[in-house]
């Protein structure tokens, strides 16, 4: 009966600690973000898959607005050749600790608007709420942010698990902040 308990108690003890695991590397992440080191940063950023998640945001957003119909097969072309210089902008070693911050794409968009939220890495939310927007999976991890704003106003952060490191992957932007920089991408491209 003993060891039936001990095992138990190491199967709950090995349960916690990856639930855990993938919440600490997104408090290494945000304390990296808030004190802007860069190194730090890129420490625990994907930058390739960052770059592509934007992209493909940025061109999904692009096509809803301009009616263009797409097919899949087109899409990874047109990433490149519509929304990867948008994203560059966004995602430059300097510029990105300013992105995670604000969540707001300055050098494209200007100055956030002050009643825009930002992803607040200083308060993410308590555990349980943080536990209800997380989503796991075997290597992969998502959390929405802040948790105390509507879906429609929340950050995804999207983490990898790449060696023993958790990396950012993914930064799902807001409707709000895609829809803009899609229509700034339109705006570029007609002009």
Same mark, same amino acid.
């Given at each position: 009966?003993?060891?039936?308990?001990?095992?138990?108690?190491?199967?709950?003890?090995?349960? %916690?600690?990856?639930?855990?695991? @993938?919440?600490?590397?997104?408090?290494?992440?945000?304390?990296?973000?808030?004190?802007?080191?860069?190194?730090?940063?890129?420490?625990?950023?994907?930058?390739? /898959?960052?770059?592509?998640? %934007?992209?493909?945001?940025?061109? /999904? $957003?692009?096509?809803? %607005?301009?009616?263009?119909?797409?097919?899949?097969?087109?899409?990874?072309?047109?990433?490149?050749?519509?929304?990867?210089?948008?994203?560059?902008?966004?995602?430059?070693?300097?510029?990105?600790?300013?992105?995670?911050?604000?969540?707001? @794409?300055?050098?494209?968009?200007?100055?956030? @608007? @002050?009643?825009?939220? $930002?992803?607040?890495?200083?308060?993410?939310?308590?555990?349980?709420?943080?536990?209800?927007?997380?989503?796991?999976?075997?290597?992969?991890?998502?959390?929405?942010?802040?948790?105390?704003?509507?879906? /429609?106003?929340?950050?995804?952060?999207?983490?990898? %698990?790449?060696?023993?490191?958790?990396?950012? $992957?993914?930064?799902?932007?807001?409707?709000?902040?895609?829809?803009?920089?899609?229509?700034?991408?339109?705006?570029?491209?007609?002009?």
């Amino acid at each position: 009966m003993r060891k039936i308990v001990a095992i138990i108690l190491v199967l709950v003890v090995l349960f %916690l600690a990856w639930s855990a695991w @993938p919440f600490v590397g997104v408090y290494a992440l945000a304390r990296a973000v808030q004190s802007g080191d860069i190194e730090k940063i890129e420490e625990r950023v994907d930058y390739p /898959a960052l770059s592509r998640s %934007l992209s493909g945001q940025i061109l /999904a $957003t692009y096509v809803r %607005l301009s009616g263009l119909p797409l097919d899949r097969g087109l899409v990874g072309g047109l990433a490149s050749a519509i929304a990867d210089p948008l994203v560059t902008k966004i995602v430059s070693r300097l510029v990105l600790a300013k992105f995670l911050q604000s969540g707001w @794409p300055t050098p494209v968009l200007g100055e956030r @608007p @002050p009643s825009f939220p $930002t992803p607040n890495w200083n308060a993410l939310g308590d555990v349980w709420q943080l536990y209800s927007n997380a989503r796991y999976g075997l290597r992969d991890f998502s959390l929405r942010v802040p948790v105390t704003e509507p879906r /429609a106003r929340q950050y995804r952060i999207d983490l990898t %698990l790449e060696g023993l490191t958790w990396k950012l $992957t993914g930064f799902e932007l807001p409707e709000e902040v895609l829809d803009r920089l899609a229509r700034e991408l339109i705006k570029q491209k007609a002009g």
